[in-house]
């Protein structure tokens, strides 16, 4: 009865460590990271812009903005890209990237 118990103890245990351990390497997945960008994006068309560009870019794998929140959702393969080419990339779009600002000014570009 007792080794019945101790090897139930010792399975449960196991298991659970098998677990946490997978639960890490999950979490720690390079090829799906999620990062939330503070933009300058303020319409629809900004919207728009921003997701259908950005979802042209290697490596990112979803993008959602919130031009309401002036913040950019992104889930991207840390391997192909990574946080600092994103926000290039915006800032080359004629957005603001957290505390990086836009390399040109997107309205002045469209006259």
Do not use: W
Not at 33 to 45: L, P
Request: with cysteine; net charge positive; aromatic share 10%.
């Amino acid at each position: 009865m007792m080794k019945t118990m101790q090897k139930r103890i010792f399975i449960s245990l196991f298991l659970l460590f098998f677990a946490v351990s997978s639960f890490n390497a999950i979490a720690d997945n390079p090829r799906k990271v999620k990062v939330t960008i503070k933009t300058s994006a303020e319409c629809i068309y900004c919207k728009e812009n921003l997701e259908e560009s950005l979802k042209k870019v290697k490596g990112i794998k979803k993008v959602n903005c919130d031009y309401v929140k002036h913040e950019v959702y992104i889930v991207y393969n840390s391997k192909k890209i990574s946080i600092e080419e994103i926000r290039t990339k915006m800032n080359g779009m004629g957005y603001d990237a957290d505390d990086q600002k836009a390399s040109f000014d997107k309205f002045k570009e469209q006259e």
